[in-house]
């Protein structure tokens, strides 16, 4: 069974950092592109950074480049997520998502879109596997 498990959001200040992790269980495929997402009250849920496990590339939107960062932990199975630099923009609740990735589509297609139509090439309905997300509140 695959399951995906957000932890590690809370409340922080403005300029403040805290790291998300997305633990994953019950994975089989060779590779995945993982993608974390964020959904603020009375907007849409976005995606913000993405990672293809099979090569570790890394693919971010224009919002949090510079400040955030997306990793994996092979070795725990876990996909994490470093927020530097904390805006109260960033207020919103944190998902993680999965797909089994063969050809790069999701993960570098995805972004390939972002940079030259302004919006990702994959929605949250590519997605096949979704943690329940854990909030993040910044305060300024």
């Known amino acids: 069974q695959v399951q995906l498990v957000e932890s590690g959001g809370g409340s922080v200040q403005a300029g403040g950092s805290v790291t998300l992790s997305c633990a994953a269980s019950?994975?089989?495929?060779?590779?995945?592109?993982f993608g974390w997402w964020r959904q603020a009250p009375g907007k849409e849920r976005e995606q913000i950074a993405a990672?293809?496990?099979?090569?570790?590339?890394?693919y971010y939107a224009n919002s949090v480049k510079g400040r955030f960062t997306i990793s994996q932990d092979n070795a725990k199975n876990t996909v994490y997520l470093q927020m530097n630099s904390l805006k109260p923009d960033d207020t919103a609740m944190y998902y993680c998502?999965?797909?089994?990735?063969?050809?790069?589509?999701?993960?570098?297609?995805?972004?390939?879109?972002?940079?030259?139509?302004?919006?990702?090439?994959?929605?949250?309905?590519?997605?096949?596997?979704w943690g329940r997300g854990t909030q993040v509140t910044v305060s300024s």
């Open positions: 019950g994975f089989t495929h060779d590779s995945y592109c």
């Open positions: 990672l293809y496990t099979g090569t570790d590339s890394t």
């Open positions: 998502a999965a797909v089994e990735e063969n050809n790069g589509a999701y993960c570098s297609g995805g972004y390939r879109h972002l940079r030259e139509y302004g919006y990702w090439g994959v929605t949250a309905e590519d997605y096949d596997y």
